[in-house]
Antibody, heavy 121, light 105 residues
Framework: QFHLQESGPGLVKPSETLSLSCAVS?????????WSWLRQSPGKGLEWVGD???????IYNPSLKSRVTISVDKSKNHFSLNLNSVTAADTAIYYC??????????????WGQGTLVTVSS | SYEVSQPPSVSVSPGQTATITCSGE??????TSWYQQKPGQSPVLVIY???KRPSGIPERFSGSYSGNIVTLTISGTQATDEGAYYC????????FGGGTKLTVL
């Protein structure tokens, strides 16, 4: 059964870097799928953060691009998110997800359970 | 940047048909997906490529489109269908609607 699991600190101080990892199990990360990070502020809607392909190619939300880095480790079958210079506005549940993308059709078909990250001193 | 909009809330009686819309310029020409999110849970894909259902999603969920509007229809709505529904499309970046809270009264 395909599964995604986020992990990382639940509390990050303002101005520091938020770092999360997503472990992929039940299948290889080296497929035709892309791999994504999304977030959801408490009580709010979904926001896409960015994607990575197993080759290392990335695409980011323009509004976060200057602060985001997504990387992949094929040997460990996981991918990671770094978001620097965080503020309270970055407090959210962070989800990792699998993307099926065929050029014009793009959707998230598997999601992790999500992990809450709070930015506070 | 491209934007789509959804009504904040929709109410329906059990057994009736719920209709949730998502509107955006020429949205019917784009591939749109729908996600269901119950409180405290991750989103679940219920419709992709406008009107396809993933394995395990009940037949009462369907998608349609016309012009600037795409629609998620839930026929014979059940109490378990209550939650938030998000439309999503792609236009140079990922675009989500603000979400619609479905209440089954």
């Amino acid at each position: 059964q395909f599964h995604l699991q986020e992990s990382g600190p639940g509390l990050v101080k303002p101005s520091e870097t938020l770092s999360l990892s997503c472990a992929v199990s039940g299948g290889s990360i080296s497929t035709t799928n892309w791999w994504s990070w999304l977030r959801q502020s408490p009580g709010k809607g979904l926001e896409w953060v960015g994607d990575i392909y197993h080759s290392g190619s990335t695409i980011y939300n323009p509004s976060l691009k200057s602060r985001v880095t997504i990387s992949v480790d094929k040997s460990k079958n996981h991918f990671s998110l770094n978001l620097n210079s965080v503020t309270a506005a970055d407090t959210a549940i962070y989800y990792c997800a699998r993307v099926t993308w065929s050029g014009i059709s793009y959707y998230f078909d598997f999601w992790g359970q999500g992990t809450l990250v709070t930015v506070s001193s | 940047s491209y934007e789509v909009s959804q009504p904040p809330s929709v109410s329906v009686s059990p057994g009736q048909t719920a209709t949730i819309t998502c509107s955006g310029e020429k949205l019917g020409e784009k591939y749109t997906s729908w996600y269901q999110q119950k409180p405290g849970q991750s989103p679940v894909l219920v419709i992709y490529q406008k009107n396809k259902r993933p394995s395990g999603i009940p037949e009462r969920f369907s998608g349609s489109y016309s012009g600037n509007i795409v629609t998620l229809t839930i026929s014979g709505t059940q109490a378990t269908d209550e939650g938030a529904y998000y439309c999503q499309t792609w236009d140079t970046t990922v675009v989500f609607g603000g979400g619609t809270k479905l209440t089954v009264l």
